[in-house]
Each structure stands twice: as C-alpha cells, then as structure tokens.
C-alpha cells in the first residue's frame, strides 16, 4: 500500500521538507481555492488583485469588505492532526522545515518554530502600514471593520494605507522566501507535497527543484496533481488522516541504535 511505502520513506528519511497547500488546512475548517464549494466558487478572484487594492478607495473598500468575512474563519481554525505529525517529524528530528501556501498560520499554531517554516503566499493575521511600516495585529484591523471602519488607515498622523501581509494576486513574490524555499527544497532528501493542486506558480516549481536535486518525491493530496507521474509515491486521501497514520506507524517502530 502506497501508504506502508510513504511512512518507509518517512523513516529512511532526515532532511523531509513538507510543502503544504490549502488541502492541509481543509480539515480545520478553511476551504481551500479549487475544490467544489471552494472560495472560487463563490468569488471572483479577478477583483481581489494587488493592482485593484493599490489603485483606488473602491478596490480596498471592496478588499476589506471581502476579508471582513475571511479572517474569522481563520481566526477560529485550529489546527489538524496533518499539522500536529508535521510537528512530531520536527521533534523527531527528520523535518528540515515547512514552505506552505498558506496564509493561514496554523503551522506555528501547531507548534512548529517561525524559522521553521517559509511563507510563500505571506500572513493572514498580521498587517502593515506601507508608509511607515509600522505594523498591526489583523484582530486589531478587524475590530475597526466590525465598528463600522470600511477602509482601515494607519494612526494619525500617518495615515497611511494598511495591507494585510498576504502576497495578492498580481503581487511580486517574496523574493527571500522564494530562494530560501528553493535552496531547501534542493537539500532535502524527502520532499513531501500535501494538500497542494501544484498548479500555482512559481510555489509549484518546489516539488520539481527538489527531485531535480536528488530527492525522492511524495505526494499526499485527495485529488491528481500534474507533479504525480514524477512522484515517487502519490497517496490519495484525507492529509489529516494520511499523516497521522504515518507518524503512529513511525512510533510503532523499533528506535534505531
Ligand atoms: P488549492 O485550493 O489549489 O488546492 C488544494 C488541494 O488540496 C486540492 O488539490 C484538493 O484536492 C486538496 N485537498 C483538499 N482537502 C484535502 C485534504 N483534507 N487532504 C488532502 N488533500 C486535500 O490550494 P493550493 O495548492 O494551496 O493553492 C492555492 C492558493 O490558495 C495558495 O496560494 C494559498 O495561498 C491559497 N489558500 C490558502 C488557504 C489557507 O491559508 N488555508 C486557503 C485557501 C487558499
């Protein structure tokens, strides 16, 4: 069974980068972008780009009326039993680090250390004046917007517009994160994919750098994705589910000598 082969490879394995998207946080209650019910099926992402929140009031008033609704999803997800073995692995020793997706947080939530974990998509719970740089908690930003504050400023006298510290559409990507993941991902020797489409770029490239370089390549997603002919395994279920099993059957192990 392609599972009895991924916790094999888990065990022979000390350097595992994970590389996790939306999938991995479906299980805590936040819908991912391309499943049926996703947050695509209900709105348009054309609207919410960098461009449209940059370029006018109308753009950021329609920005924050959008993640008036998104943040408490957010905000009250806990994290998985996906998230938690990721956390084993790291105590274990065999986690190098995380490069997620995701914006979500839940990875440090779970207990992973912050520079154990590379944010290619940014941060959903923090925020920043992009006058002054001073920053602010996102629970804050949304206490203004339930008080009736349709596009959040910085304080007087700035004044100046607060982004969320999310990458938008039509955003550069982060440039450090990008070359750190890239030079992770190289060095791993197990590069595990779980609850990633892989269709978003340049993030998608991850998985291919890392099998380039030598690593071997696991993918652990409910739907196909278009890295699983280069994979060496591909396990097809639930990521909660998958990685418990995963870490109970590395616990059941003799420990080596
Ligand atoms: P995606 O929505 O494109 O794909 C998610 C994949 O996960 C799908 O292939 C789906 O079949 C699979 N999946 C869903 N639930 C799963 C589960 N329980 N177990 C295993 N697999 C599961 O997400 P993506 O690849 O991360 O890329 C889209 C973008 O969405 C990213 O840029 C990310 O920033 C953003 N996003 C993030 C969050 C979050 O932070 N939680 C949520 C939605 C979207």
């Given at each position: ?7 094999d ?57 959008l ?5 408490p ?39 992973l ?26 629970e804050?930003i949304q ?48 590069f ?26 696991a ?9 699983d ?6 396990v ?12 109970e ?5 003799p420990?080596?000598?």
């Amino acid at each position: 069974m392609s599972i009895d082969r991924l916790a094999d490879l888990v065990a022979a394995s000390s350097r595992i980068v994970a590389f996790t998207g939306a999938g991995v946080s479906t299980e805590s209650g936040i819908p991912d972008f391309r499943s049926p019910g996703g947050v695509w099926d209900r709105f348009n992402p054309n609207e919410f780009t960098f461009q449209n929140f940059m370029g006018s009031e109308a753009g950021r008033r329609r920005y924050w009326e959008l993640g008036r609704t998104t943040f408490p999803v957010i905000r009250r997800a806990e994290p998985n039993p996906a998230h938690h073995a990721l956390v084993t692995l790291w105590r274990l020793g065999k986690l190098d680090c995380v490069i997620t997706q995701n914006i979500d947080n839940l990875h440090q939530r779970a207990g992973l250390p912050v520079d154990r974990v590379i944010e290619l998509h940014g941060n959903a719970t923090r925020a920043r004046c992009l006058a002054c740089e001073r920053p602010y908690e996102r629970e804050r930003i949304q206490e203004w917007l339930d008080a009736g504050v349709a596009i959040p400023a910085c304080d007087p006298p700035c004044g100046g517009i607060i982004k969320p510290r999310t990458i938008m559409f039509g955003e550069a990507m982060p440039r450090v994160e990008l070359e750190e993941a890239e030079r992770r991902a190289r060095a791993s020797d197990l590069f595990l994919v779980i609850g990633s489409s892989l269709v978003v770029y340049p993030a998608a490239y991850m998985p291919l750098h890392a099998k380039d370089a030598g690593a071997t390549l696991a993918i652990v997603n409910l739907a196909e994705t278009p890295h699983d002919g280069q994979a060496d395994v591909v396990v097809r279920g639930s990521a909660a589910a998958v990685l418990a099993q995963v870490t109970e059957r590395l616990s059941e192990r003799p420990s080596p000598r």
